[in-house]
């Protein structure tokens, strides 16, 4: 006999990512949210099972390739729309991300289909699970709240992207000055006077690379020089910014294609 499912499983934190109040995982089968409201904006997918929701007394519902983004101070309630309950990811965000001029544009139309934007919601959820990763899901999240206030707003007053080369490399002098260290998006913004999402679109578009992935690929190089000298992979994850072995391990696989300890091994 199959063993039953929890009817409840929940976890919740407070990622060290600027804008973010609140990550929360959950899986329900039989509990129903009654009306209820945040004081942040709550931004959800379900990667299983379906929910069924009123907000300002109209019905709404979450099929999976669907993006729910339910505004602050509006109340709402939730439950199940089907019999085997749903499992959800949610992310609440101060308006720092998204202000509160977006609430009625968020009212009339709170779900949104949109599978890059789905798609990119969850690499955000991805990178928050992974100690270290701040960085990366600051970005993703920043290229988010771009795609959500385009939704939000009428796409004709949005122009073309604007290359900025002089801000690209002013941001990659900045990280190659705090390889070790780090920095937020929101502390280089305010270093450089540039909005995070234009630092992004400028830094990729420059490079062909996100701001993230060039941090970590810089100190998978430092990381490299310091185990063919010899060093222990953990004390050189922590002497080149990783959040700890692992950390370090994870990126170092992806980029040179063996575990650090390894690299070291057939160095010498």
């Known amino acids: 006999m199959a063993a039953e499912r929890p009817e409840r499983a929940v976890s919740a ?3 060290r990512v600027p804008g973010v109040v609140e990550v929360f995982h959950a899986r329900y089968t039989e509990y129903a949210y009654p009306m209820h409201v945040h004081d942040a904006w709550t931004l959800l997918i379900v990667d299983d099972g379906a929910v069924r929701y009123d907000l300002d007394r109209h019905e709404h519902g979450t099929p999976h390739d669907t993006v729910s983004l339910l505004p602050p101070h509006v109340p709402h309630n939730g439950a199940p729309a089907t019999a085997d309950g749903f499992r959800k990811r949610v992310l609440y965000l101060d308006t720092s991300r998204l202000g509160d001029d977006l609430i009625g544009a968020a009212v009339d139309r709170p779900d949104l289909r949109d599978p890059v934007l789905r798609r990119r919601v969850g690499q955000v959820h991805s990178a928050l699970v992974r100690p270290g990763d701040e960085l990366e899901a600051e970005s993703r999240l920043t290229l988010v709240g771009e795609r959500l206030r385009e939704h939000l707003r009428s796409r004709d007053a949005a122009g073309p992207p604007r290359r900025d080369p002089v801000l690209a490399r002013r941001l990659r002098e900045l990280l190659d000055a705090r390889v070790v260290d780090g920095l937020t998006l929101e502390e280089a913004g305010a270093l450089l006077s540039a909005h995070p999402a234009h630092l992004v679109r400028a830094f990729s578009g420059a490079y062909g690379i996100a701001p993230h992935q060039y941090l970590m690929s810089r100190r998978v190089g430092r990381a490299r020089r310091l ?17 700890d072995q692992a950390h370090l391990t994870r990126h170092f696989r992806r980029l040179v294609g063996v575990t650090p300890g390894r690299y070291r091994a057939v160095g010498r």
């Open 227 to 243: 185990l063919l000298e010899g060093r222990a992979p953990g004390t050189v994850a922590v002497d080149t910014g990783f959040y």
């Open 13 to 15: 934190w407070r990622p």
